[in-house]
């Protein structure tokens, strides 16, 4: 660090993987109550290829640099931040800038460290726990008992979410690419569905007996919805977290949402509120931090990488390689 710039990932024009490269960006300074942390590691998430492509802006007043989430050492507070001081291991979640070597984020956003984790796997955990927490808590009110099918079982958000699940007495059934299987089993899933080689729905109809289930997360959107609507018991939720598979569904008969009484939610989180999010936070960590110090909740990192290795670690990720999270570690 000199001259108040600090290094950080940046790209001039929006493409492929190798547009990213190491350059100087200012220094972040710490305004009321937020606090600079001095980064550890940053989680990879697909927000940010897809910001890289020029497909999805940060929300206004955002830092323009890639990473929604970061681990680290607070570095300093500003005025009037009483919650944090110098030194303590935190992580968190951000609406950008997280591939850098420091952040700024107000306090609220902020959640401690556990001994027991350590800060590089800690990086793993603010956006696909917090997505998943809403997703099951606050969106769809999962209850004990009921059964949910989580589509990308083993991608980030999905192997929070079966952990999740887990810890609140449901049962969690997923779809993912056979070689993932075991990763999902070992979390805790219930079931295992090859989406490549079988029909889920119809899967998902002999493993429940034909009771279908209450709750889906689902990723892919538009190929998948109408065998989602087909499998939803009465009273079902679909929480709609992306459309990786098309944004179009074809020929729907609205009456089925009628007559099942199935709730439809869309929702991201980045666009939300600071209020929205400290809230989120705050009950999230409230909730689960004494389940990740006992270990019943763990992230779930798959690779490691390096700052200079940021290209490798998007281009893993765009070819759905991933089982659960790719983390950069900034800090050398």
Same mark, same amino acid.
């Given at each position: 660090?000199?001259?108040?710039?600090?290094?950080?990932?940046? +790209?001039?024009?929006? $493409?492929?993987?190798?547009?990213?490269?190491?350059?100087?960006?200012?220094?972040?300074?710490?305004?009321?109550?937020?606090?600079?942390?001095?980064?550890?590691?940053?989680?990879?998430?697909?927000?940010?290829?897809?910001?890289?492509?020029?497909?999805?802006?940060?929300?206004?007043?955002?830092?323009?640099?890639?990473?929604?989430?970061? *681990?680290?050492?607070?570095?300093?507070?500003?005025?009037?931040?009483?919650?944090?001081?110098?030194?303590?291991?935190?992580?968190?979640?951000?609406?950008?800038?997280? =591939?850098?070597?420091?952040?700024?984020?107000? &306090?609220?956003?902020?959640?401690?460290?556990?001994?027991?984790?350590?800060?590089?796997?800690?990086?793993?955990?603010?956006?696909?726990?917090?997505?998943?927490?809403?997703?099951?808590?606050?969106?769809?009110?999962?209850?004990?008992?009921?059964?949910?099918?989580?589509?990308? $079982?083993?991608?980030?958000?999905?192997?929070?979410?079966?952990?999740?699940?887990?810890?609140?007495?449901?049962?969690?059934?997923?779809?993912?690419?056979?070689?993932?299987?075991?990763?999902?089993?070992?979390?805790?899933?219930?079931?295992?569905?090859? =989406?490549? *080689?079988?029909?889920?729905?119809?899967?998902?109809?002999?493993?429940?007996?034909?009771?279908?289930?209450?709750?889906?997360?689902? +990723?892919?959107?538009?190929? =998948?919805?109408?065998?989602?609507? &087909?499998?939803?018991?009465?009273?079902?939720?679909?929480?709609?977290?992306? @459309?990786?598979?098309?944004?179009?569904?074809?020929?729907?008969?609205?009456?089925?949402?009628?007559?099942?009484?199935?709730?439809?939610?869309? *929702? @991201?989180?980045?666009?939300?509120? @600071?209020?929205?999010?400290?809230?989120?936070?705050?009950?999230?960590?409230?909730?689960?931090?004494?389940?990740? &110090?006992? $270990? *019943?909740?763990?992230?779930?990192?798959?690779?490691?990488? @390096?700052?200079?290795?940021?290209?490798?670690?998007?281009?893993?990720?765009?070819?759905?390689?991933?089982?659960?999270?790719?983390?950069?570690?900034?800090?050398?």
């Amino acid at each position: 660090m000199k001259d108040n710039l600090m290094q950080a990932i940046v +790209f001039e024009t929006p $493409g492929d993987p190798e547009v990213m490269h190491l350059g100087e960006v200012p220094l972040p300074v710490p305004g009321v109550k937020q606090v600079r942390i001095k980064v550890v590691a940053a989680g990879v998430n697909r927000a940010d290829t897809l910001q890289r492509r020029g497909k999805y802006p940060p929300p206004p007043g955002a830092s323009p640099l890639l990473g929604l989430e970061v *681990s680290g050492v607070i570095d300093s507070v500003g005025t009037g931040c009483l919650k944090w001081k110098a030194g303590d291991r935190v992580m968190g979640l951000l609406s950008g800038g997280g =591939y850098a070597q420091y952040v700024i984020m107000h &306090e609220d956003m902020v959640m401690a460290v556990p001994d027991t984790l350590n800060l590089v796997n800690a990086a793993a955990i603010p956006e696909v726990f917090l997505t998943a927490y809403q997703s099951l808590v606050w969106l769809s009110h999962l209850q004990a008992r009921e059964t949910i099918l989580i589509h990308a $079982g083993a991608s980030g958000v999905g192997t929070a979410a079966i952990q999740l699940a887990l810890a609140m007495d449901a049962v969690p059934i997923v779809t993912a690419s056979k070689e993932k299987h075991n990763l999902c089993s070992q979390l805790g899933a219930r079931a295992t569905i090859d =989406y490549k *080689s079988t029909d889920f729905a119809e899967e998902v109809k002999r493993i429940s007996g034909g009771q279908g289930v209450d709750v889906i997360v689902d +990723f892919i959107g538009g190929p =998948y919805f109408k065998k989602n609507i &087909e499998i939803l018991n009465n009273d079902g939720r679909i929480v709609l977290l992306a @459309t990786m598979g098309g944004v179009k569904v074809e020929g729907f008969n609205l009456l089925n949402l009628i007559t099942h009484r199935i709730s439809v939610m869309g *929702s @991201t989180l980045r666009a939300r509120s @600071t209020e929205y999010q400290s809230r989120l936070t705050h009950e999230f960590w409230k909730y689960a931090r004494h389940l990740f &110090e006992d $270990g *019943s909740l763990r992230p779930v990192v798959d690779k490691i990488f @390096t700052l200079h290795e940021a290209a490798m670690a998007h281009r893993l990720v765009e070819e759905n390689k991933t089982a659960g999270k790719i983390i950069l570690r900034i800090e050398e």
